[in-house]
């Protein structure tokens, strides 16, 4: 899993409670990503961020958020208005200008009930 | 937008035998073409990749081949072992300041490796 930690690897919560998941990277990689896997489905975007303090929208980003204030970290809070939370979260990052290569962490598997 | 379309869904093969998995892709402009194995309950690893300047790249049992005309690219893995068994991705780069950086990825493979 490369320099990339996620935690928890398994978290559960209730339903109406938003809940963050933490990622960190020590690779000095600029650019992160945040992904949702569901069952028998491909890796969809939710976030990314190719530098501190900006970041865009991917194709689910609705009832998520995020924040990166720090290179390393890229916190995912998974909001109350996810109508769908439960499903398996992965971070990734890589370095930008050229480099597409992406690095994934353990990721992290969210139950709510 | 980029689309990503990945077969089989699922795949049996004998070890020794091989393995082939096929992705096709919408965007003529994507350029960077990479492969991800992911066993369960852990995050993807990259395996493989290739960029659109070459048709073809090995590393040991595994390939992987591009035929940008059909905007298609394939995974082969040879001498197939049972630690092969695993979940596998394809994924394609987007293009232009919309995408950035972005990977579209295919729905994934399930590959088993039967002993």
């Known amino acids: 899993d490369g320099g990339i930690t996620q935690s928890p690897k398994y978290l559960f919560r209730k339903e109406g409670q938003n809940v963050t998941l933490s990622c960190e990277q020590n690779?000095?990689?600029?650019?992160m990503y945040w992904y949702r896997q569901d069952p028998g489905q491909g890796l969809r975007l939710i976030y990314y961020?190719?530098?501190?303090?900006?970041?865009q929208k991917g194709d689910i980003a609705e009832g998520y958020s995020v924040s990166r204030e720090k290179k390393e970290s890229f916190p995912l809070t998974v909001t109350s208005a996810q109508k769908n939370p439960t499903a398996f979260y992965l971070c990734?990052?890589?370095?930008?200008?050229?480099?597409?290569?992406?690095?994934f962490g353990p990721g992290t598997r969210l139950t709510v009930t | 937008g980029e689309n990503v379309e990945q077969h089989p869904s699922t795949l049996s093969v004998q070890e020794g035998d091989s393995a082939v998995i096929k992705c096709t892709y919408s965007?003529?402009?994507?350029?960077?073409f990479p492969w991800y194995k992911q066993e369960l309950g852990k995050g993807p690893q990259l395996i493989i990749d290739?960029?659109?300047?070459?048709g073809e790249k090995k590393d040991q049992r595994i390939a992987v081949t591009l035929n940008k005309t059909a905007k298609h690219f394939s995974l082969h893995i040879t001498e197939t072992q049972p630690e092969d068994s695993a979940v596998y991705f394809c994924?394609?780069?987007?293009?232009?300041?919309?995408?950035?950086?972005?990977?579209?990825f295919g729905a994934g493979t399930i590959l088993r490796v039967k002993s």
């Open positions: 690779l000095n990689h600029d650019a």
């Open positions: 990734a990052s890589s370095m930008v200008a050229g480099n597409y290569e992406q690095y």
């Open positions: 290739i960029r659109s300047n070459v």
């Open positions: 994924a394609a780069s987007g293009s232009g300041e919309k995408y950035g950086n972005k990977l579209v």
């Open positions: 965007d003529s402009a994507s350029n960077y």
């Open positions: 961020s190719q530098i501190v303090n900006d970041f």
